[in-house]
């Protein structure tokens, strides 16, 4: 199959690309921006730029500057990872870049798809859309976004809803729950506190500590996503992919104590605007559609964590 994947080069999207190829016999074609943390994605490609242009092909581009015409060319199907993460950065001026690269590139990019033959849409959304709620949350359960971010990406998924029943592209939504692992963003939790803890530094715990999320781990993660490639009765479904463990920050902290065998300081940074006290995947419909099951612990893949950033850090790629 010819697989198009956006955000390529991100922490997700790298290894995606990593996974499809490994897999299967197919041509990925690869497009980033590389918008920002330009050496820390170069890094990620480091594996892909290995694969002969006749598997790999990586356009270093932003999708709305891009032709996509051209390289929508013969897809079979696109995952669309390309997007503005991170809740935090969400306010302010900056919500720009979130319906830039949210919501406006998404427009463009199911524009550009329009009448052609492709098998599946896959649209990266994430559980900020969810907002507060109790317990396991189903997809059925009503999005009530707590951020900017979270509502720039329920647009996101709403655009698609749309092409999909007029434009009949056969979309898939798929809402992650914290993604943690090898490559993680520099700006999300677990690499900070680890690069934090390396440093001997104290860890700036937002809220109380005790917000409790559904972690996921990357292989997990990008398991269920490659999934959806050749499952049957997913067109138009929205499906929660979650991890194998809830933990609050506390209980990370003190994972990562036992697993550094460092001392682990806090300190208090404020109360976080915009983030929900709790998440919890409710990943039965995963299960049923995709086969999916998470399987790596929170003691294993925060070891595989410290391991990237410890030689992340040695080579000074920041
Ligand atoms: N990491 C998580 O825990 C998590 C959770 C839920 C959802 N998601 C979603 O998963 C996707 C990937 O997240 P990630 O953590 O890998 O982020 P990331 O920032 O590492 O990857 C996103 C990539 O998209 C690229 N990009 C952004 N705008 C672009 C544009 N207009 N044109 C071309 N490239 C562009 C960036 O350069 C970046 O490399 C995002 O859509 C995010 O909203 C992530």
């Known amino acids: 199959m010819k697989i198009l994947v956006t955000g390529a080069a991100g922490f997700i999207g790298s290894q995606l690309c990593e996974r499809l190829l490994q897999t299967g016999n197919h041509h990925v074609i690869g497009i980033d921006g590389l ?19 006749s598997r790999f092909q990586f356009y270093p581009i932003n999708l709305l500057q891009a032709d996509l015409n051209q ?42 798809c329009r009448g052609r033959s492709l098998k599946k849409f896959i649209y990266i959304s994430t559980s900020s859309v969810y907002g507060e709620k109790k317990g396991r949350v189903p997809e059925s ?30 979309i898939v939504i798929l809402r992650y729950f914290t993604v943690y692992g090898p490559r993680q963003r520099p700006d999300m939790a677990f690499h900070r506190f680890i690069r934090k803890i390396m440093e001997g530094q104290p860890v700036p715990v937002y809220g109380d500590g005790k917000q409790t999320r559904d972690f996921t781990y990357i292989s997990d993660c990008v398991e269920g996503t490659a999934s959806v490639l050749e499952a049957d009765h997913v067109i138009g479904e929205t499906i929660n992919i979650g991890g194998l463990e809830r933990a609050s920050v506390l209980d990370i902290l003190s994972i990562l104590k036992d697993l550094t065998g460092q001392p682990v300081q806090t300190v208090f940074a404020g109360e976080p605007k915009g983030e929900p006290k709790h998440t919890w995947a409710d990943t039965r419909k995963a299960k049923k ?9 929170l003691k294993t893949g925060l070891k595989h964590e410290i391991a990237d950033l410890k030689l992340l850090y040695k080579e000074k790629v920041e």
């Open 35 to 53: 918008i920002n943390e330009k050496k820390i994605r170069l890094r990620n490609l480091t594996h892909l730029i290995e694969y002969d242009e």
């Open 141 to 170: 359960s009503l999005p009530q976004p707590l951020s900017p971010y979270g509502v720039s990406k329920l647009t996101g998924e709403y655009l698609c809803k749309v092409y999909y029943k007029n434009e009949g592209i056969p």
């Open 71 to 112: 390289l929508l060319q013969d897809v079979d199907v696109v995952y669309h990872l390309a997007g503005m993460p991170g809740v935090r950065s969400s306010w302010g001026n900056d919500f720009n870049f979130y319906v830039e690269n949210n919501i406006l590139a998404t427009q463009k990019l199911l524009e550009a």
């Open 289 to 297: 559609l995709l086969n999916y099951q998470p399987k790596v612990s």
